[in-house]
């Protein structure tokens, strides 16, 4: 009787038994999670009690708050914290070249395809050689000065790269040029999924092109772009080492240090593991705290629509 | 059966992290030959190091055939952040460009031991007296050079003559400095090229320039300690030197905007008029311009001029041997080998760097080469940077950054080296200490190493 | 045929926008590779122009420089390596994740992709004192398993989010026809996933050849850097030869642009599956 002989098979085989104890998914589970014990959790607890020791001393010392207090006193933290800061205003001039960008790519113009192409291609590039590239485009004597002399601007030339106020907006530029065109792939794909036939009936309705724009396509793309802004809020607070490293090396004086570098420098330059460790404890609950933020607020949007 | 092969599968995961360990680590070794490893500096510098560092472990290793030597070149900014790693690994290398810096702020104390556990004293004696003194303390010679260089000024003697100045006669005085750089802008050339934007440049002027203004090192060693000030005038007046400079546009028109490096080598360009150098470099302009477009002179003494005026710094490279060594005196011996003869004259033919020796020979030396060994023996200078400590050096490299750019004044940079030596002072007390210490071992030593 | 004004000018806009794009996306690389083309005086007349003549000295000499090719090597040996291990473990655990049933499943898929937020610094630290102490610093397992560590998270993720669009019928037949777990995952479920796990190659692949701050720290020495350490370093202190590193920067940026032309697809669907997996 075939049916009998498999529900025998069934009862028999214990994935099928659907037992919740099966030893199968720990064996499947052990490499990646001990990896990621061993990468991400070691590292967080070690980080929070390397910040309350002496590194000087051997045996390293328990020296409770100290190394807060050291950190809270020194201008160059505060300084980092604060560069981090203005380049979250990259994140929404970022966001709404990409939206304007995506939108115009989705209207199908002419080569439309070949602009999608193109408009990743930044991401692509390693962050080293743009790097380089760019801090010697802004120079003095470099490309974008002797551009702006041919369309009649050289005037407002300047030392871009190593001038107080124009080093870390320089820097910015980069950063906006690099991470945009993720964006706009990112809506692009929503945009392309998303029925065609709500922008062709407001189309008909005799929608402007902005209103089109604010009233629908905005509102559809709510969760992506607040994907969108998460991830860059992420990258601007500490993942931007490398732009720093190869443009500017934290100069002038100290006015392109952000808080990794100052990690990093701590660390690895002026020996201060203390300084560092706090540092880095700072940044994580910094970052915890903009993520919870962003969560609660895709909670509140996921409520509205 | 399929456990067993995802379990295999495992393992070959696994497996491979780990083959990896020797498989992929850097330098396996074997327990019966000696191996020494070098971590050194200094191609970027005397081009034709690398080379003659190459030749000079074949040699010894052909000598020496159970000795494998290893000898690296690390870039210098990264040569103390390898050392500190590969020491917190417990493998430093045996061999180890240090400087006197590391001496004085205690940072590597008990992690070097010194040379002269291994040279005798006649075997020391040869090396130059300033360069011995600065090598020296606590008692001990602990480094020895691995080459030495002049610290000068270079002037372009064609585009001198071409603007109406005398180029066998060049403006050591600081108010003729600035006229003559004045000449060269009237007459359409790059009057002094340099480059601040990673800020050596400051340093270097400290060290050319600011050092003039000192009676002896013993007065940068009273400036760290805080005995003096590095508001005082004879300690900031280098600041306000760079900044008449900058005031009366006689740097390059891009000064802040290019590394150290790109501002020197604009000399290259030939519409330069004068650039500080190291004696190596002056080799390498010679190559490529010509002797007739490259002439030295001892780096202008600024206005208020202290004892050490008028003088030339020569500086070391100097090398140590790491406390865990296994083979500290194979490394002495090989660095033995390097002071030899033969050895301080092919570096010299190689790569144009003199010896801190003398048993350099003067004859095989260019006629800038051999003004340079001249003033070496008649008026040599100490090195200012290697009598402080380096958490304030790099004060002096974002000083100079910011000045050079016009965001703040040379009182406001020498405001800031005073605040880092005070920062300093209350952050490493043990440091200071020990600072305080072998200043006072270099004050009593003055007649030792005449 | 009415040509409406207004639609012609709009189009005109849009054309001209994205031609501006054009211009600024692709500008930094043309200088990139032109700069490379040039001689140094060539370089210092003009760095915006096409070179006046092409001059391939700066990539003859910088594949000659010591160490380059090593460091070439180097990264496209970490790369190799991190995306071969990550992608198999990451596939093992999402096949759990996504197929078995245990308590706290759904924990374990929460905290992972918590753990993508982490800022990379933070992490560096203990685990650089750490290796130091047990003498992994400056080998290629020290930064591999870095690297491993910090791909895993989004690779799960990914590969979960797939896993579970596989039909369960396709499985429950397998496991009829006798097939044991492993034997399911081999024959059913990395086939079915080709596509995404080429994306995530490309990705992988992607960032761990870009990637600058691990690399920096724990490979130092000089033989073991990757090309993007290597490069970021290689500035000789007393001369400066800005073609012969922007030939430098062209031989790093090659492999990728290569890359993104022949597997473009897959890189963007990799990043985008990444971000709206979960819309």
Known sequence: MPKLSIMNRFASNPLLRGSRFSLKPFTYLLPAFLVIGFIYFYPVVEVCRFSLLDFLKTPRQFVGLRNYRLVFQDERFFQSLYHNILLLMNVPVMTLIALVLAVVINDHVHGWKVYRSLVLTPYVIPIVAIGFAMSNFFSLNGGFNQILTLVGLGFIKKQWIVDPSWALPTISAVIIWRQTGFGVILFLARLSSMSEGIIEAARIDGAGWWRRFGKIIIPELGTVIEFFVTLNIIVMLSQIFAFIFVMTNGGPGYKTWITEFYIYKEAFHYNRMGHATVAAVILLIITIIFIVISYRFREKLAEEY | ??????????????????????????????????????????????????????????????????????APEIPIEDLFTVWKAELAAGTPPDIQLFGRQQGMDGSEAGNIVPVDEYWSE????????????????????????????????????????????????????????????EKLDTGGFTPFSCGFKDGYMGVWWACLVGIQNLDDMSDLHEAVMGIQHFTDPKHSNFWYRIEELINKGLFNEDAASVGFAEGNDKYLNGKVGMVFAVQSMVNGYIKELGEDSVSVMISPTPPNPGKLAGRMPFYTMPLGIAKLSKHPETAADFLRYLHSEERIAAMYKQSGAIQASDKVSLDIMTSADKLMAKWVVEVPNYTYNEHYVPQIESEVWASAQLLSIGDISAAEAAQRYEDAAVKWRREFPEALERFKRIAAEWKKDADKYK | MRINIKSAFGYGVKQLLLLFMAVVTCYPIYYIFTNALKSRSAYADNPLSLPPSLVFANFSQIFTTPNFLRWFYNSLLLTATTVVICLFISALASYALSKMYFPGKKLLINSSIALMVIPTIVMIIPLFVLMARVRLVNTYPSAIIVYIGMFLPFSMYLLRSFFVTIPQPLIDSALIDGCGSFGIFLRIMLPLSKPILLSMFVVCSLYVWNELLVALIFLQREKLR???????????????????????????????LILYIFAQRYLVQGLIAGSLAGQ
Request: hydrophobic share 45%; glycine share 10%.
């Open chain 2, 1 to 70: 059966m399929e456990r067993k092969k995802l379990l295999a599968g495992i393992a070959l995961v696994v497996g491979l992290c780990f083959l990896s360990v020797p498989v992929f680590s850097g330098g396996g070794q074997e327990a019966e030959k000696i191996e020494i490893r070098c971590y050194w500096w200094g191609d970027g510098e005397a081009p034709g190091m690398a080379a003659w560092m190459k030749e000079s472990t074949e040699l010894y290793q052909q000598q020496n055939p159970n000795i494998t030597v290893e």
């Open chain 2, 122 to 181: 006649e075997e020391l004696a040869h090396i130059s007296p300033p360069a011995r003194r600065e090598l020296s303390w606590d008692g001990h010679t602990w480094l020895v050079p691995l080459y030495g260089g002049a610290w000068l000024t270079v002037l372009n003697p064609k585009i001198y003559r071409e603007v109406g100045l005398n180029p066998d006669s060049p403006p050591q005085q600081w108010n003729d400095f600035v006229s003559a750089l």
């Open chain 3, 226 to 256: 990757t090309l993007m350490v290597g490069l970021a370093l290689f500035h000789g202190r007393f001369s400066i030869n800005i073609p012969l590193i922007m030939s430098g920067m062209a031989v790093a940026t090659a492999p990728m």
